[in-house]
């Protein structure tokens, strides 16, 4: 592995972070920024429509996290490089989200993979490109919700 692509597996590493920082300190500008223009999201496992764009992600997910707290969390990621400009990775990732009581108080706890695609944009940056959230589990106030036939 060469020097380049050892600063660009950092980057992309610290892009992640602030992926998930961005989201659960709600910074949606900055947030939005994380992502290529023509990003792709697929979270349609969750019953989520398919996005085929960074305004249409931010129009999106920003709303459904109104008054939520979140902490989001990625964990060892496997980051390879695709080429000069573009890189993909496995993440394993676990969630917390608290609605406010107003909002029924639940609390949801989930766990899984996203598989991502990256792209060094022409200003130098490094942006998702594609992401793609699969879960293994979710429960909602300890209860399973995800998958529905597991015991």
Do not use: N
């Not at 496997?78 to 917390?96: K, Q, Y």
Request: charged share 30%.
């Amino acid at each position: 592995m060469t020097l380049d692509e050892l600063i660009a597996i950092e980057e992309i590493r610290r892009l992640k972070a602030r992926y998930f920082q961005l989201m659960d300190q709600k910074r949606w500008t900055e947030w939005a920024e994380v992502f290529c223009e023509d990003v792709r999201v697929d979270t349609t496992q969750e019953g989520s429509p398919l996005l085929e764009s960074r305004d249409a992600f931010v129009a999106f997910l920003p709303p459904l996290l109104e008054g939520v707290k979140t902490v989001h969390h990625g964990h060892t990621p496997d980051i390879r490089m695709t080429g000069v400009d573009t890189a993909e990775a496995t993440w394993s990732m676990e969630d917390h989200l608290w609605w406010p009581a107003e909002a029924g108080g639940r609390h949801l706890w989930g766990t899984g993979f996203y598989f991502e695609k990256y792209r060094r944009d022409p200003d130098g940056q490094w942006r998702i490109l594609e992401l793609v959230l699969r879960r293994v589990r979710t429960e909602v106030d300890g209860v399973q919700t995800f998958p529905r036939d597991d015991p």
